[in-house]
């Protein structure tokens, strides 16, 4: 005798009417994210340190609230997730890059606060978050795919990219049913990215137009719009999505 596939429930869901904390949504990835939560319906709370920046992207989107808050400052992300009003149903996290300087070059100091930040600190955001979320919500960091290939100035960076997915899937067995993932990044053309590259930007938008697998440079769109699948598709925990247009496959 065959038996008939259990049905299983509906694995997507909708952003509208949830509340959606941003954690660096003043700029860039976390920006776009919290536009694109907005237009599916989402009420948003939005964090990073330059209050100016921070108002600028609340009117736009028109958030429920925004907060100052750096990502360096332990107290201050319990102090951020205690004080927020009601229960949250998703936290993006986005924040600082790895500083990038080669091995004889690094400043400890800059190196030592970086790792903080992206691995300890996620560990905080997600102790912090875990008592506000309702069950089936999200948890997702973004990191990156570029530093998976050993190369000059890379080294603090890769070690953010090998702990980042290993702290995600550690925290979806340890904090269930709370969902956590991460997006891994390749180049997007955000302000980070022209702040870093300054004069070099335009040659390196074209050698990706050139080279990437996708013939085009990824934007902050591309990422957010995994971001916002990872909210709502409750099948998903534990996982590392790479957005990165095929760069990591290209010598
Ligand atoms: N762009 C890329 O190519 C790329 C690739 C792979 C991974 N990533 C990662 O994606 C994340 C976002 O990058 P992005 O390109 O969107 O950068 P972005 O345009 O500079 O935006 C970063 C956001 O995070 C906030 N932020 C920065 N440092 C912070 C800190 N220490 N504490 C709290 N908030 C902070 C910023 O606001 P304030 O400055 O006002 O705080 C801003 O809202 C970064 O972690 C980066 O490493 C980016």
Not at 44 to 71: F, V, Y
Not at 129 to 156: E, K, M
Request: negative net charge; proline residues 5%; aromatic residues 4%.
């Amino acid at each position: 005798m065959t038996t008939a596939p259990a049905t299983t429930a509906v694995s997507t869901g909708s952003l509208a009417g949830q509340i959606v904390v941003v954690i660096g949504g003043s700029s860039g990835i976390g920006l776009e994210t919290a536009r694109q939560a907005r237009s599916a319906g989402a009420e948003l709370i939005l964090t990073g340190r330059n209050r100016a920046r921070l108002d600028r992207a609340r009117d736009e989107i028109k958030a429920l609230s925004s907060a100052t808050l750096d990502l360096g400052d332990a107290a201050a992300i319990e102090f951020f997730f205690s004080g927020l009003p009601a229960d949250i149903d998703h936290v993006f996290v986005t924040g600082g890059g790895p500083p990038y300087a080669g091995i004889l070059d690094l400043d400890f100091d800059e190196a030592l606060r970086a790792l903080d930040e992206h691995l300890l600190g996620s560990l905080r955001i997600a102790r912090a978050c875990a008592p506000r979320l309702q069950t089936g919500g999200s948890l997702t960091f973004v990191t990156g795919t570029h530093a998976r290939r050993p190369g000059i100035g890379l080294s603090i960076a890769a070690i953010a990219a090998v702990g980042v997915p290993a702290i995600v899937a550690n925290a979806a067995v340890e904090l269930a049913p709370m969902r956590v993932n991460a997006i891994a990044a390749g180049f997007v053309d955000t302000p980070l990215s022209a702040r870093i590259l300054g004069d070099a930007l335009e040659g390196r938008r074209a050698e990706l137009r050139a080279t990437l697998p996708i013939r085009r440079v990824v934007g902050p769109a591309d990422v957010a719009a995994v971001a916002i699948h990872l909210m709502t598709n409750t099948a998903v925990t534990g996982a590392t999505f790479d957005v990165d247009g095929g760069q990591q496959l290209i010598p």
